[in-house]
């Protein structure tokens, strides 16, 4: 440390031991590498505040010039403005020679701006990415010098905060746009009170080395004009970063024609500001290789010695970094807890995965609830309806217009609400929207609302009730596609067994799911939602099972089969064949067969009347009724025959039929 720097705390060292808490000094110092965790311990074992504050001194007397200018920023930015008036002259000027590279391949040139601006430092645990850097770099350099906006956006735990301040760490970047220095305000959520104080102690920063001191300003309008002042006189060319901006109306007293970065969960925070704008989405979730990356450093151990449960907590994490860093920080106190934290994330025990990091959030389900409860109380009760969306299924708008029995403008601004929020992902295909959760998003819903998921389900279930009535969607619509692959999971989830039954036993449905999916998907509910459609009993479900399993070669094939023919051929007590009976007697101008021997028949799933592929013109018995033959517009004849059994037949038909 220079000696001035040293002599300045030396002098002032009275009125610091007396005033100073040093808890959160002490964190500000260690997010600048100023100071390590020992001697935070150290500092935290001696039994009075003043003594702490004795303690912290010393150690920062042994230290750099880098730990005086953390330590003096730390006092502005816990409000101790007074403290740090006595320091400002004692900070170490900026020398020529200190712009030569350092180990870490960053000069000291650019370490000293970063630590004079309050810059935070990189976390002890710290994986490159390097395109996301490089595009905040690029919108950087877009500013030209001119005011504008730059905003970071993402959901919680993306990693914004890490990469706003990797991207500054750039000597080329300073030195040719920002040199007039760069001036990093965390905001967070604040009342106008909160505001003002925030506004104040960056007046004073700036202000350090004014030959006159003047009074802190009094209200935020008064602190909006003393600071366009500032940066326009003596920072002119200088860039502000507003890290963590939750509400538009905090920017207004930002808004003074200077360079501005913004991180923010929510994309539209810059709308109430004018000038230049340019935006920089963070992906939701880290590349599998970079989750592994992160957790090998944090219990120190190569990716290849990572024992087998690592890859499933990576997948499980879903690519957040700050859950990965929960993780890999709970890891490195407790290493044998592999699979005890795998088993937490896999039962959405969110609560137990708390440990304090770099993050601004302790526990994940902190970092989730906290961007939730800034929507007002009716987008709560809309964003709530999304914890029953299926999981990596994307949403066209038309569900939700039905879900909330509303015009689709009106869905699109709300869902719009969430996505500008970083709650909700939008996919623009073409005219179309679909909407979709990113799966921590989800997993945090239903946890939350797990006491009111069968009332959702079953409330998205009448709302398709009461639109369709008794149709089903046709493959023109935007929405056929959901409810085909979905409606039955929302029956199920509702416990609705009657319902359920009526949908997956009707052969209607069967039909129509099976000539769009094939019949894999339905085989797949039958077993899925067996639980449900076994109240009664499991006959019914298993005949229709067997029915799809036996059948699945002809229901994949186009044009696609008479499911009514096909159930006709299924045994007699088959709840299958009463349903095609049925059918088959309501139907006009078709024709069908019935086999009457079925019981003498062992291998009844070879009893299946192929069709033809377009209309039958003649069909008729062999006179000793052992034969059927069958001629029609496919240019082709077909033939059957019994064996040792009798075949008769059973038509509907409205028309008469050539023999």
């Not at 610091?16 to 110092?29: F, G, P, Q, V, W």
């Not at 590498?33 to 920062?60: D, G, H, P, S, Y």
């Amino acid at each position: 440390m220079d000696v001035k720097s040293r002599n300045y705390l030396l002098m002032n060292r009275q009125a610091l031991e007396k005033d100073i808490k040093t808890s959160y000094i002490m964190d500000r110092m260690i997010s600048d590498e100023a100071l390590t965790l020992q001697e935070e311990e150290k500092v935290k074992q001696q039994n009075t505040q003043k003594e702490r504050a004795a303690m912290l001194i010393n150690i920062i007397l042994t230290k750099d010039n880098n730990s005086y200018r953390s330590f003096y920023n730390a006092l502005l930015h816990e409000g101790y403005r007074d403290l740090a008036a006595l320091l400002q002259d004692g900070i170490p000027a900026i020398s020529s020679g200190s712009r030569k590279s350092s180990m870490d391949g960053m000069t000291s040139y650019v370490k000293t701006i970063l630590c004079e601006g309050g810059v935070p430092q990189r976390p002890v645990v710290f994986v490159t990415r390097p395109k996301l850097v490089d595009a905040i770099k690029q919108k950087l350099c877009c500013l030209g010098g001119d005011p504008g906006w730059v905003t970071v956006y993402g959901m919680a735990g993306c990693g914004k905060t890490v990469l706003t301040a990797e991207a500054l760490r750039d000597h080329q970047l300073l030195e040719d746009y920002f040199p007039g220095g760069v001036h990093w305000i965390s905001v967070g959520k604040q009342d106008k009170a909160g505001l003002l104080i925030k506004l104040q102690n960056l007046c004073s920063r700036l202000e350090h080395d004014s030959t006159l001191s003047q009074r802190p300003p009094l209200n935020i309008e008064e602190a909006k004009d003393r600071l366009r002042l500032l940066m326009l006189r003596k920072y002119p060319r200088s860039l502000l970063i507003l890290d963590d901006v939750w509400d538009s109306w905090v920017l207004k007293a930002f808004d003074n024609q200077c360079q501005v970065l913004i991180t923010s969960r929510d994309r539209s925070v810059t709308d109430a500001v004018a000038g230049n704008k340019y935006e920089v989405h963070v992906e939701s979730g880290l590349a599998h290789e970079k989750g592994l990356e992160i957790l090998s450093l944090f219990v120190n151990m190569k990716i290849s010695e990572l024992p087998e449960q690592a890859n499933c907590l990576v997948r499980e994490c879903k690519g957040s970094p700050l859950v990965i860093s929960l993780i890999g920080a709970l890891l490195r106190d407790f290493p044998s807890r592999w699979e005890y934290y795998l088993k937490q994330l896999q039962n959405k025990q969110f609560k137990r995965i708390r440990k304090s990091s770099s993050y601004d959030y302790e526990a994940l389900d902190e970092a989730m609830s906290i961007s939730v409860e800034q929507l007002n109380d009716n987008y709560k009760d809309y964003y709530k309806d999304l914890s029953i969306l299926p999981k990596d299924v994307k949403v066209p708008t038309k569900v939700l217009c039905i879900l909330w029995d509303m015009e689709t403008e009106e869905v699109e601004d709300i869902l719009q609400e969430f996505v500008n929020k970083s709650l909700l992902f939008c996919d623009r295909n073409g005219k179309s929207f679909h909407y979709y959760l990113h799966d921590l998003q989800l997993d945090f819903l239903t946890e939350k609302n797990h006491n009111q998921l069968q009332e959702l389900h079953k409330n998205i279930v009448n709302q398709y009730k009461k639109y369709y009535k008794l149709n089903t969607p046709v493959p023109s619509q935007e929405d056929c596609m959901y409810w085909y692959n979905f409606l039955a999971y929302h029956m199920a989830g509702a416990n609705m067994q009657k319902e359920l039954h009526d949908l997956m036993f009707s052969l209607d449905w069967i039909k129509a799911k099976t000539e769009l999916l094939g019949p894999a998907h339905l085989i797949h509910e039958y077993v899925e939602y067996s639980s449900v459609l076994d109240q009664k009993n499991s006959t019914v479900r298993e005949n229709f099972q067997e029915f799809l399993s036996l059948n699945g070669h002809l229901l994949g094939r186009q044009p696609f089969p008479d499911i009514i023919q096909l159930g006709l051929c299924q045994p007699e007590t088959s709840e299958v064949c009463q349903q095609a009976k049925l059918h088959a007697q309501r139907e006009t101008g078709a024709f069908y067969l019935e086999w009457i021997n079925k019981k003498s028949l062992k291998n009844l799933y070879r009893l299946v009347v192929r069709p033809h592929r377009d209309a039958v013109y003649h069909a008729c018995f062999s006179k000793d009724r052992q034969r059927i033959a069958s001629c029609g517009a496919d240019k082709t004849l077909q033939s059957a025959w019994r064996g040792a059994s009798q075949l008769s037949r059973k038509l509907a038909i409205s028309q008469p039929v050539t023999w």
